[in-house]
């Protein structure tokens, strides 16, 4: 079976008409950047059994520092998202 010339040019034209064979203008759309903020933990109070005055006064101490400490943590993803916003 034997193929019109007419026919082979017009697949040919058809094919060399299409984007893929030829160069696109960059995109004007800008890059996408993801940035992702650490996922807060949650907090843990250290466990305790105070059997005197002075244990009770190391314990509220060591929970005010759990606290400060989980703090921080939650103001440090807090910030991380505010700036990931602008």
């Known amino acids: 079976m ?3 010339l007419s026919a082979s040019g ?3 034209a ?8 030829t160069n696109t203008a ?4 800008p890059p996408v950047t993801v ?11 250290p466990a305790a059994r105070p059997k005197a005055n002075g244990d009770l006064r190391r314990q509220l101490d060591d ?7 989980c703090a921080a943590r939650v103001d440090r993803v807090i ?3 505010g700036e990931n916003q602008q």
Request: overall charge negative.
């Open 35 to 45: 940035t992702t903020c650490a996922i807060p933990e949650p907090c843990v109070l």
């Open 14 to 21: 058809c094919l060399m008409s299409l984007p893929a064979c």
């Open 63 to 69: 929970t005010l520092e759990a606290w400060g400490l």
């Open 2 to 4: 034997k193929t019109a």
């Open 10 to 12: 017009l697949t040919l």
């Open 79 to 81: 910030e991380c998202l």
């Open 26 to 29: 960059p995109s004007l759309a």
